[in-house]
């Protein structure tokens, strides 16, 4: 299947959704349920884009979905143990 231009445009629009959805994780909610919620929501919007531009939902494209999913926060999440780990170091040298 050659990309279309809309395509492209409804891949870059969909990306950006679920780029603003992660602020879900700047609210008040608890970081379980914010990951929840926003598993739900990116799932629905990579459906929504997998539909609106006839690709075809399997069972594979699905797993695809929840194992991209789950390698991409493993990463973030020890990006950021790290990231806290360094600040800590250099607060405790203040000290």
């Known amino acids: ?39 739900i929501i990116t799932v629905l919007l990579v459906a929504i884009m997998i539909v609106v531009n006839h690709w075809g939902i399997t069972l594979q494209s699905l797993w695809l979905i929840v194992i991209a999913y789950v ?3 493993i990463v973030l999440r020890l990006q950021q143990e790290r990231d806290v780990r360094e600040i800590n170091a250099k607060l405790n040298k203040r000290k």
Do not use: E, K
């Not at 279309?4 to 780029?19: E, K, P």
């Open 71 to 73: 390698v991409i926060w």
């Open 1 to 39: 299947m050659l990309p279309t231009a809309f395509n492209t445009i409804s891949v870059m629009v969909i990306s950006g959704l679920i780029g603003v959805a992660t602020f879900i994780f700047q609210t008040d909610l608890n970081y379980f349920v914010a990951l929840i919620v926003h598993f």
